[in-house]
Nanobody
Framework: QVQVVESGGGLVQAGDSLTLTCAAS????????VGWFRQHQGKEREFVAA????????YYADSAQGRFIISRDKAQNTVHLEIDSLKPEDTAVYYC?????????????????WGQGTQVTVSS
């Protein structure tokens, strides 16, 4: 099964934009959905967005509508999460996950592979 590796986190200022990248390792994302979750300190991991690799259809959590954009780059075999107008409350560890596009769930079930996470810290 494909493994995923996140990159692109860091320390940014409120109002900035940031793009996180999820890269496939050991395979391709064909027939997968690729998703982004985040976990605030002391809280449970929450769904942010997902994309069906083959169709390109994107799904967003209600809280992610408007400032988050998920996209895929088939040539690079990567999925990106762009976050605009960053807020201090966006500070979290962001995780990428990959799973069969027919089985994934926003509650975290149905995902085969998870990355190690990348820290995003937004200063006010």
């Amino acid at each position: 099964q494909v493994q995923v590796v996140e990159s692109g986190g860091g320390l940014v200022q409120a109002g900035d934009s940031l793009t996180l990248t999820c890269a496939a390792s050991g395979g391709t994302f064909s027939r997968y959905a690729v998703g982004w979750f985040r976990q605030h300190q002391g809280k449970e991991r929450e769904f942010v967005a997902a994309i069906n690799w083959n169709s390109g259809r994107a799904y967003y959590a209600d809280s992610a509508q408007g400032r988050f954009i998920i996209s895929r780059d088939k040539a690079q075999n990567t999925v990106h999460l762009e976050i605009d107008s960053l807020k201090p409350e966006d500070t979290a560890v962001y995780y990428c996950a990959a799973g069969p596009y027919t089985l994934w769930q926003a509650n975290g079930r149905g995902w085969d592979s998870w990355g190690q996470g990348t820290q995003v810290t937004v200063s006010s």
